[in-house]
């Protein structure tokens, strides 16, 4: 393997690199994945479009003291490769191996067993109201991904959560998928946010310009009326904003530094915060990323070609739980 990865056992180890190296070991972090999963199979796309948050998450938190939390687990595996399971990684979802998913058994850094979604932020808002009532002081983040942001569990946490007004950072990690493209009103909204990255500037110009007015007070008001109207078409994130979040975003989820800069003024503000970051699903693997739908989840394959690997096998899990769903049916 070589190079820095293999200097990783643990994220102290990664706390140690120089910003500028952390890019290098991006591209390794990657490479392993892809040559691994190619052997093993698994759940690559989204893995792959994770990998720089993954590693800015675990450059600016102190993990276990801090707690991450990978709603579905399905973009974890850089996770995984910078907490020690680096040497184990070939066995991913063998028996006896690691899991495909984290798992509290498994990893101390591993801190919620999460298989499917929309269960990230909940976890994460009962363990940042137990740090307050412990008096501690640790951070918390609740990753999720733009598909599990649909289910109405992570929408009943951030209703709660806003309420609450404790800290806790929810990471919203936007690639436009599910398994497959998404669909429906909140993909609609989180489409205008990526296309119109500009409304937070042209919101502080107006309040800027609004604020140097010599105007009486009662125009004052009226004029503080008037922005708080303006707002609701110039301010991204409002949903989020309303239920009591401070919106950071969207910003680019492969610009490393930017991620690192951001993750670090959100745990400054200490109060709920969400980051819309923008990623895209399958990155640094071609076949993945022209077909992000269909590297959800692979069986092995040949890195050259990205065709499936010629093996002999029984017949899937998948296919005799359906089979029998249909039968009883």
């Known amino acids: ?76 595996y850089a996770h995984k490769l910078l907490t020690g399971r680096r040497d184990r990684f070939e066995t991913l979802r063998r028996a006896d191996g690691i899991s495909g998913f984290p798992r509290r058994s498994e990893s101390e850094h591993d801190a919620f067993d999460t298989g499917h979604g ?5 976890a994460g808002l009962g363990m940042a109201k137990a740090r307050d009532l412990a008096g501690e002081d640790h951070s918390v983040v609740a990753v999720v991904g733009d598909g599990a942001m649909t289910g109405g569990m992570a929408f009943e946490a951030l209703n709660l959560g806003g309420q609450l007004d404790t800290p806790l950072i929810v990471v919203l990690n936007d690639n436009q998928m599910s398994i497959s493209p998404n669909v429906g009103g909140l993909s609609a909204y989180l489409s205008k946010l990526r296309l119109d990255p500009h409304y937070l500037r042209a919101k502080s110009d107006f309040e800027t310009m609004a604020s ?7 125009i004052l008001e009226a004029v ?40 670090r003024q959100a745990r400054s503000l200490q109060r709920p915060v969400l980051i819309h970051i923008i990623t895209q699903k399958g990155r640094g693997y071609v076949p993945a990323e022209n077909d992000a739908a269909k590297w959800h989840r692979t069986p092995a394959f040949d890195v050259e070609t990205g065709e499936p690997r010629n093996f002999s096998v029984g017949l899937s899990y998948t296919l005799v739980f359906g089979g029998s769903l249909v039968a009883l049916a």
């Open 1 to 76: 393997m070589g190079g820095l990865l293999e200097q990783i056992n643990g994220p102290a180890d990664l706390r140690g690199l120089k910003r500028e190296q952390l890019q290098g070991l991006v591209k390794e972090l990657r490479e392993y994945m892809i040559a691994t999963v190619s052997r093993t199979g698994g759940h690559l796309a989204a893995s792959l479009g994770a990998v720089e948050l993954a590693v800015a998450l675990h450059y600016v938190l102190e993990s276990p003291r801090d707690k991450i939390i990978w709603d579905v687990g399905h973009q974890a």
């Open 118 to 122: 929309s269960t990230a932020i909940a």
């Open 212 to 218: 140097k007015l010599p105007l009486g007070e009662s």
């Open 224 to 263: 503080d009326r008037f922005k708080d109207g303006i707002k609701q078409l110039l301010l991204p994130g409002m949903l989020f904003e309303e239920l009591g979040f401070t919106y950071l975003g969207p910003i680019d989820g492969h610009a490393l530094p930017t991620l690192i800069d951001t993750l």
